[in-house]
């Protein structure tokens, strides 16, 4: 089948129970049992059924199922945000002692996760280029138990060849997990490419309204059975509502990152030949590191821009504030066109030093691309541009 | 009926007796607690047809999808129970419905039925329309109904101009219903109902139900109450021979102010004298499954949960509403910038007496707080100011906690000046004779502690 037709239908059935066609929202804390017994055979596992819903619920369920299916694996898990799912795989994987190699170009929450907290718990994380398979080759050790990698990694839109990460990987008998939120499987399936486990951010381009806040992981059934034991105890449960509002996000991903891919690139070729942008990111366009790569194991480039304004940061600033129809937000892959500046908003407390250490140039901005009229939204920038 | 269908059909009427015995032999047995929080959502539906999940699932499916062409043709043809479609019916709005129909039947043997709308305006269309038709032998005969004059704007509108002006069907107001010469002088052989709000909104009204019950059944019609100020915690009026009940369930029904919706919610066989015996036998069913289908104000399976988990602590929340308002009642009663207050609760109202045949807290008798009979006069009142609308106003404006808005029956207090707002459409003669001065302030007062909403009404009433 084509994605178009499985966003629709895969890995859902009218509800078994009552027929329903949109699936029931089971916003139930418990579930009933039979009898005693019933109730220690769920317990014990020798009987399938719901018990709780920090433990399973048939809503949530049926959302892992579809994403599963749509990312061409087993099964699934669903969390409370896309950090609490990276979480989950990691400490479900790698024990207090041990490694985890992971590129160096990552979302700033899943970077503060690595770098402040999983040491905590002492988990180490080492950091490379895995644009370069020789660095993360060379990483490896007894103790790794993990490779992570994101791609189109936030917000540098940086590339990483997932097959080549993944034979290094299978050589080594390493898992690899590529947090794939940027792309979703409408543009890429990183366990076609020999991924063992992925990782989204549903709140993004799952989700698609910017309603709700929720995080998937997915692969082999053997896998999402011990990372199951682990989260039911962790407890970094959805509620059934976000699920059911991702499932109903879901059957229109295809249509809405056709037309996120198309705006985008029509943007960043304006963005290109705009004499006050000094650099376009974008993997739809030939100036890009990654462009090889993207065409590789992508079949676009998705919605998301990040572009230098020369001028650094009082440039950015005028930028930000002279937008109309793009929306000052954090958050991504929403219908919105949304426009952040990290030097003057998410990053502002940082000095200039401190932004060159994250690779963030004062300049930077970076456009979600949303659902709008790509010529108004062009207008829009184009008349923001012009304050500068 | 070819084999198929009829297997299917077999296989319903199982069903049916079975839910049919669990709510005769359990559910109609328990107390009004006991009701509202489990409904008729049995173990055994949550295992054999939900899952096993404890709270009734939220069924945000637009249709229902079948099996084999035999369980469509059954279903569409009314044949089993189903619901095929979320304007006609859902599962979610189902319990939601058993519900409703269970508590307002609480203490009445015979059985109950609830249809569900989008609104309280849809609602009260969904009970009066059916008997506002032209059919059979009374194809050209005049048509008129009788109402108590005093009853919401709302209400006041859709009698007097969708009805009356629109459509040519006379609304014969009665203007003090508590005599009942009013009412039997106002019915002839045209007249297809009688019609009751009580307690009214914002008047207060209240009258002996009974009498007009009786006067109407003499006559061959039905009577159909609104009681959404009482809800079925005080007053279940198919309990004293009613024939219809309406609810905005968009108030103390739906207390956490989480949407809109309606209810009408009837006995089976009513007395009427309009030829058409289905309608007669079942009216929820027969407004459900045929005029509601057709006029389509349905209400949503996310609304119909949101509303049951409200419900389910009606009974303490009626009871502590009631015991709040009442303080702030005696407080303002006693305020020298006030002229009158309307509440049913103080003794003073002329209407007390009445109310206080009607309005019981219900099971107080079983409760160990009380362990008798207590009256409770909901959390609705009005009052006036000696200096009139300017003071009015000004009091009005400096509220602080409580809010100003066009709403009550909510967990939190809501003030509002009816004759701008709510009662505002009616005009100014018409809202004379429904009793709704200018400086008239309607209060609903909520779950705060009193003492909070006495001390902002306090420093309100200093500004004027």
């Known amino acids: 089948m084509h994605i178009e037709t499985d966003v629709v239908h895969g890995g859902q059935h009218p509800d078994k129970w009552t027929g329903a066609l949109s699936p029931p929202i089971y916003q139930t804390s418990t579930f009933v049992f039979r009898d005693a017994d019933h109730g220690a055979r769920l317990f014990k596992g020798e009987e399938k059924g719901h018990i709780y819903t920090r433990i399973s619920n048939p809503t949530i369920e049926l959302l892992a199922k579809k ?64 644009s370069d398979p020789l660095q993360v080759t060379s990483a490896i050790n007894e103790q790794t138990k993990l490779i992570f990698i994101e791609t189109p990694a936030n917000p540098t839109l940086k590339m990483i060849d997932i097959a080549k990460c993944a034979e290094i990987a299978q050589k080594r008998n390493i898992p690899l997990c590529v947090d794939n939120t940027f792309a979703t499987p409408y543009l890429q399936k990183p366990v076609e490419l020999g991924a063992d486990i992925v990782v989204h951010s549903a709140t993004k381009y799952f989700g698609g309204h910017g309603d709700i806040i929720g995080g998937v992981a997915v692969g082999r059934q053997s896998f999402i059975e011990k990372l199951w034991k682990d989260a039911k105890d962790i407890g970094a449960c959805i509620s059934p509502f976000n699920a059911w509002l991702i499932l109903r996000g879901l059957k229109t991903l295809a249509v809405r990152m056709e037309r996120h891919c198309a705006n985008a690139q029509k943007i960043a070729e304006f963005l290109a030949g705009h004499d006050k942008v000094e650099k376009v990111y974008y993997p739809g366009l030939r100036s890009h590191p990654g462009y090889d790569v993207a065409k590789r194991q992508m079949w676009g480039a998705g919605g998301m821009i990040g ?17 109309a129809l793009c929306t000052l937000a954090v958050s991504l892959g929403d219908v919105d066109t949304l426009i952040e500046h990290p030097a003057s908003m998410t990053h502002s407390g940082y000095s200039e030093a401190e932004l060159k250490e994250t690779g963030i140039n004062p300049g930077f901005v970076r456009i979600s691309v949303g659902l709008e009229h790509v010529d108004d939204l062009i207008d829009d920038l184009k008349q923001a541009l012009a304050r500068i | 009926m070819n084999e198929g269908v009829q297997k299917y ?32 959502y049995s173990v055994e539906e949550a295992i054999n047809n939900n899952q096993g999940s404890i709270i009734e699932p939220i069924y945000m499916s637009t249709s229902q999808a079948f099996r084999d062409s035999d369980e469509m043709e059954a279903a ?26 269970l508590l307002d039947g609480y ?11 989008s609104s309280g ?7 009066v329309d059916p008997f506002l038709v032209r059919i059979g032998s009374r194809q050209n005969e005049p048509i008129n109904f009788v109402s108590n004059a005093q009853i919401y704007g709302g209400t006041f509108q859709q009698f007097s101009i969708r009805k009356m002006r629109e459509r040519g069907i006379e609304c014969r107001w009665i203007s003090d219903p508590n005599d009942i010469n009013e009412w039997a002088s106002k019915i002839d052989k045209n007249t297809r109902f009688l019609f009751g709000e009580l307690p009214s909104n914002p008047g207060l009204m209240f009258f002996d139900m009974k009498a007009v019950i009786d006067l109407a059944h003499e006559n061959g019609i039905p009577v159909i109450f609104d009681t959404t100020i009482a809800t079925p915690a005080l007053l279940r009026p198919i309990t004293l021979g009613a024939d219809i009940v309406i609810h905005s369930v968009t108030k103390t029904l739906t207390a956490s102010g989480f949407g809109i919706a309606g209810a009408v919610i009837a006995r ?5 004298n309009i030829e058409n015996d289905e309608m007669k036998a079942d009216f929820a069913t027969y407004i459900k499954l045929l005029p509601n289908r057709d006029m389509g104000w349905c209400i949503s399976p996310m609304q119909a949960i949101m509303t049951l988990n409200d419900i389910r602590t009606l009974r303490s929340k009626m009871d502590l509403l009631s015991r709040n308002s009442m303080t702030v009642a005696e407080f303002l009663s006693e305020h020298a910038k006030i002229s009158q207050v309307n509440y049913l609760g103080l003794k003073d109202h002329p209407l007390h007496g009445v109310a206080s045949k009607y309005l019981w807290l219900v099971d107080a008798e079983h409760d160990e707080q009380y362990g008798k009979s207590v009256n409770r006069y909901g959390h609705l009142m009005s009052f006036q100011f000696k200096n009139g609308v300017q003071a009015a106003r000004r009091f009005f404006d400096n509220l602080q906690r409580i809010w100003r808005a066009t709403d009550l029956g909510r967990i939190k207090s809501v003030a509002t000046i009816p004759s701008i707002s709510t009662h505002q459409q009616m005009g100014e003669d018409l809202r004379s004779m429904a009793s709704i001065p200018e400086d008239l302030v ?14 902002d009404l306090e420093q309100a009433l200093s500004h004027i």
Not at chain 1, 98 to 114: K, R
Not at chain 1, 309 to 321: D, F, Q, R, S
Not at chain 2, 77 to 89: M, N, V
């Open chain 1, 67 to 130: 994403i599963a299916f749509l990312e061409s694996t087993d099964a699934g898990l669903i969390f409370a945000s896309g950090l609490a799912a990276i979480y989950n795989v990691v400490v479900n994987l790698v024990d207090s002692g041990s490694n985890v190699i992971s590129d160096d170009t990552i979302y700033g929450g899943t970077f503060t996760l690595f770098k402040n907290v999983l040491p905590k718990t002492g988990i180490k994380v080492v950091f490379v280029d895995a």
């Open chain 1, 307 to 323: 572009f230098d304004v020369k001028g650094g940061k009082p440039a950015g600033k005028v930028l930000m504030n002279s937008v």
């Open chain 2, 9 to 40: 059909v077999e296989k319903a009427k199982k069903m049916v007796a079975e839910r049919e015995r669990y709510l005769k032999e359990q559910v109609k047995k328990w107390k009004f607690d006991t009701i509202a929080v489990h409904g008729a």
């Open chain 2, 76 to 101: 569409l043809a009314y044949l089993i129970p189903a619901w095929t479609y979320s304007r006609i019916h859902n599962p979610s709005i189902g319990y939601l419905e058993d519900t409703l129909a």
């Open chain 2, 107 to 117: 203490g009445f043997d015979g059985i109950t039925g609830c249809c569900t709308a």
């Open chain 2, 121 to 127: 305006m849809s609602a009260i269309a969904s009970a």
């Open chain 2, 268 to 272: 089976k066989n009513i007395v009427t």
């Open chain 2, 442 to 455: 309607r209060l609903c007062i909520g779950a705060e502690h009193p003492d909070d909403m006495i001390k």
